[in-house]
């Protein structure tokens, strides 16, 4: 018997009968799947499937090369060989990694099953030309490959020598290479979704391996979506709701029922180097959302969100030569182009540039909107044998005349005012002005095949200038606007540095990783008052004047993050179970200071410990169970400046995480299932006295359901489902004891479905469901907004234009123009109105 792996889509007759002996090995499974269970099924259609394959493939196979090493001449055989490339294989079976690595590299294997029966293989990492990739996956397994006339190898074990089985070999320990920089696992079939993503200290790993619930979303899902923030790319996913609508002032985020903001999303693994208002997605090449506390894998945010975690992997050049051109459009009036150029350089392609360049300009869907966006952003890569260096660096400007306004609701309101158009603008001539730069470089070491070390350092620089108006609405949507300027601006400093590599003490496997992080972090604000003017939510009116003199925003606070982790995971049986645990110690110090006088008002060192266990068991190769329990710890909340107490500090806090679930690989689809707590203190701004306080604690417990994939072939699919059990408890006093938290639904579904046109090469239509549903606006529970559905349908059209790939893309976000509110903490805002975005892309 005999298998080969060749490169994706191939329509050779070898790959169609090895695509028919899968199809018979699944329907022979489903049949036994019947009568003896699923799992039985399962396993026998699996062997059948492997039986059957190889009676088809091997005669034809080794017939084909014997008949072509008879007629091509020498020196036809002797091909030019192919250049390096890099690769970012993972562990598995030594069948699985051959598998994915003939595909990769482009070449055919043939082997027996039992040349590479029983074996485990570390995967494959770096830059490899075909040989030296063959020569590292098969170094001390005792398997020759042969090239072949063709350019097929094929994979034999020699006979063992007479006497040989005499020879006593000593037990080892082996150690084995992490990752390199930016590795990127490979997507899941449907091309939406990776299958696997970074981890922080854990490294990265797959899905299937993972004690958490990630999601790891692809360039082709952003591309299709059109995306042009991060906003775009996660609202996917029925656990993760967006807060706020797009032209406002920023972007925040719900994971799990608790917000993440936008402070907190990490660029490469490192915190505070993302805007705080909203990331561009032409940087992206993926985006990772990690569900639940990620303290101990990342360590602390700047504003210690507990919800999740959400990662960006920036872009870097690819092995092919890349100049793509895509012009937008986004109504009602707003035109804008995109640049994107990478090359890879030098002997064998190690060095690599990536560049980016985006201008948007005109009108937005606000009354009297009109929003300027540029963006301009490098990033440079090496990737050798043992080291990988990166460097990424970017800035963005945004000029907004009259951004989408929120409100907050008088403690009096009973019933919440219906949302006014999505194109209202209720506090009309406001303005926003947006800039980010940031520099952020890390580096990758093998110091020897067991060992890897790195390090990576960021420096970002933001600044903030808005009107800032404000005033609670009434039942009737009446309200007192007090108009006002808030200027801000930041600098940090993050840093990451730490070793990683694996071994083994007789039949059990280490990954141990230590891992060390800082962050220092200067907030400047300033605050300037204007008049007061009575307007309506339905009739706006101008806002007030402010006679009084902008400020030079003054040092508001010092912050520095610290922690030092140290994390082993265990493999027992072949990998088929995985124990992950270990501690992040942190510390947390923080100085305030008056913006007026800039004397120091108050200051706490505080320090805590972050537990984190997990594990997955894999009674079956594409099954796995698992859990986890995991704390995280969060900066204590700072009274905002509109609150009574506006600048009071509270000491940090944690927060808990127990989960359990069950993911399943059919092949083309995952299907994920898990049940969670999370457990937090619980802020809140009293609307009587407006005093900012921590009452009691929120316990959000919750069911989540998701699916993904390619249901058959054309037709790709996102779905999930999440419900939730949000209560508040422990509550000062006992009042609110019991009741629902306030913006947390209880339950929320996601649908998203692309659909090749059968007999229209290159055109795919794709639409998607948002649907959540009705929640509390406060913790007294007088208030409730309703719930919502928003559609959006999308179609692309790939081709060739004068001998050039061009895809046009047209999407209708909320096409049925449904208005509804968002909220994020005690402000509301609405919804975007109905947008149709459009796009050519032409790569030259």
Sequence with gaps: ???????????????????????????????????????????????????????????????????????????????????????????????????????????????????????????????????????????????????????????????????????????????????????????????????????????????????????????????????????????????????????????????????????DVGLNGLYGLASASRMPAAIMERVEVLKGPGTLMNGMGPSGSVGGNINIVTKRAGEEPLTRVTTTYQSPGQGGAQVDVGRRFGENNEWGIRVNGLYRDGATAIDDGRQQTTLGAVGLDYAGRRLRWSLDAYTQHEDTDNFRPQTGFASTVTDIPSPPSGHANWFPGTKLKLQDSVVATRMEYDVTDNLMVYGAVGYRYGEASQTFPSGPASQTGAMNVLNAYYDSNSNTTSADVGARGKFRTGSIGHTLSLDITRLQQQQSTAYVTGGTRASNLYYPQPLAPITADRQRPSKASDTVLSSIALTDTLSFLDDRILLTGGLRQQRVQLTNFSTATGARTSYYNEDAISPVAGLVVKPWQNVSLYGNFTSGLTRGGIAPTTAANAGEVFPPFKSKQYEAGVKVDWGTVTTTASVFQITRPNSITDPATNIYSFDGEQRNRGLELSAFGEVTEGLRFMASGTFYDATLKKTAGGVNEGNDANGVPNHAYNLGLDWDVPGVTGLSLNGRMIYTSSMYFNAANTMKLPGWTRYDVGARYTTRVMGKPVVFRATIENLFNKTYWLTSGTYATVGAPRTVLLSAQIDF
């Design 1 to 263: 018997m005999g298998q080969f792996r060749a490169p994706r889509r191939q329509s050779s007759p070898a790959f169609r009968q090895a695509a028919v002996a899968r199809a018979i090995g699944q329907a022979f499974g489903r049949a036994i799947g019947q009568a003896f269970g699923h799992a039985i099924g399962q396993a026998f259609g699996h062997a059948f499937g492997r039986v059957v394959s190889g009676a088809l493939l091997a005669a034809p196979l080794l017939a084909a090369t014997q008949a072509v090493q008879a007629q091509t001449p020498p020196q036809a055989q002797a091909q030019v060989q192919a250049p390096a490339r890099t690769y970012a294989i993972p562990a598995g079976t030594l069948e699985e990694v051959l598998g994915r690595f003939g595909r990769e590299s482009g070449i055919m294997l043939a082997f027996k099953p039992e040349v590479a029966a029983d074996r485990m293989s570390p995967g494959l990492r770096g830059r490899y030309t075909v040989q030296e990739g063959l020569d590292a996956l098969l170094a001390n397994t005792g398997i020759d490959a042969t090239r072949q006339g063709n350019g097929s190898y094929l994979l034999t074990r020699p006979a063992v020598p007479a006497g040989a089985a005499d020879v006593t070999t000593l037990p080892t320990v082996t150690v084995n290479a992490s990752g390199i920089a930016n590795a990127l696992p490979e997507a899941y079939p449907g091309g939406k979704v990776a299958r696997g993503g970074g981890l922080g200290i854990l490294g990265t790993a797959d899905i299937m391996d993972t004690p958490f619930s990630t999601t790891n979303y692809t360039r082709e899902a952003l591309d299709d979506a059109q995306a042009r923030t991060l906003a775009d790319v996660v609202q996917n996913e029925s656990s993760v709701r967006m807060l706020t609508a797009s032209t406002g002032f920023g972007e925040d985020f719900q994971v799990r029922g608790f917000t993440v903001s936008s402070t």
